[in-house]
């Protein structure tokens, strides 16, 4: 889902390629080029210099190494390099994190799960990957194998987020989801997935460090509901994109994101206010059909 212009999450990744791209033109000017005769030089097209300058587009690794040695200023690399590293970080493209499969991203966010004690999460539109089912999760990972064109490791990829699910039973560990009705009306799966998947919420709700709120259709926000994002600890927040997972870890951009989540999670529903949402739309996903909260 796309971010407003207001996000401060899109904003300051704008600012760090603008930041880049300034000290590219800064090192260019220096060495008395134009952008065409630089261009030139490199067998670039004129208009990729322009877009790396205006932070219009990332440079690679490769590009600022070029840069660097045809502007005589191969020693300002690695610093460069360094701000490409920082950049790369906050804004990671989602073709270069899954280039190697799924199951490595999965495993990064386990190394997160383990250092983390207070989890928020808030999204619009998906169940919360630590409360998939396995259908529900394979699912979802197959829409990105779709997407990305990245290699298929699907199995390994539901096993490993399964596997992180058992940090849900560990009493050192409190968890606060926030989700919208549409999250759980939209068919992003089979109805019986679903219907699974509901079942499986209704349990989780009744863990005593799981708290799950449900934002239904009839409620009056406070807060626009942009997008999804998860909160770690006060450490950290990830957000996803289309084309890309915003890691944000400047304070100011946090305490935004826990004020935001705090505004949602007060009109969400919880308890039995929550499980009749809950149990409402299974009932209109499978009418007639008796589902107990156990599942059976």
């Known amino acids: 889902m796309i971010l407003p212009r207001n996000t401060s999450g899109s904003s300051s990744v704008h600012e760090a390629r603008?930041?880049?791209g300034k000290r590219l033109r800064e090192l260019r000017q220096a060495a008395k080029l134009s952008g065409r005769q630089l261009a030139e030089s490199l067998s670039w097209p004129p208009s990729k210099v322009s877009k790396l300058e205006n932070g219009r587009q990332t440079p690679t690794e490769d590009d600022i190494r070029s840069w660097a040695r045809i502007t005589n200023n191969e020693e300002e690399a690695e610093a460069l390099l360094a701000s490409l590293h920082t950049l790369e970080v906050q804004h990671a493209e989602w073709r270069r994190v899954l280039s190697a499969g799924l199951k490595p991203h999965q495993q990064e966010l386990v190394d997160w799960d383990e250092r983390t004690r207070l989890f928020r999460a808030f999204e619009v539109s998906v169940v919360p990957g630590l409360l998939q089912t396995a259908e529900y999760a394979r699912a979802r990972f197959a829409e990105g194998i779709r997407r990305f064109q990245v290699p298929?490791?699907?199995n390994e990829a539901v096993a490993t987020r399964m596997k992180r699910q058992e940090i849900l039973y560990r009493p050192d560990k409190r968890f606060h989801f926030v989700v919208t009705e549409a999250a759980l009306r939209f068919r992003l799966c089979s109805p019986a997935v679903m219907l699974a998947q509901l079942d499986r919420l209704?349990?989780?709700?009744?863990?005593s460090n799981v708290k799950l709120g449900v934002i239904g259709f009839e409620t009056q926000y406070v807060t626009s509901p942009w997008h999804g994002f998860w909160l770690y600890d006060h450490e950290r927040v990830l957000v996803e994109?289309?084309?890309?997972?915003?890691?944000l870890r400047q304070p100011q951009e946090i305490e935004q994101y826990g004020q935001i989540f705090d505004q949602l999670a007060a009109v969400a529903s919880y308890g039995r206010s929550a499980r009749a949402i809950l149990q409402r739309v299974i009932d209109d996903l499978a009418p007639g059909e008796d589902h107990d909260a156990d599942g059976s």
Do not use: E, V, Y
């Open 18 to 20: 603008g930041a880049l």
């Open 202 to 207: 209704i349990a989780l709700s009744a863990l």
């Open 152 to 154: 298929n490791d699907i």
């Open 241 to 247: 994109t289309f084309s890309a997972g915003l890691d």
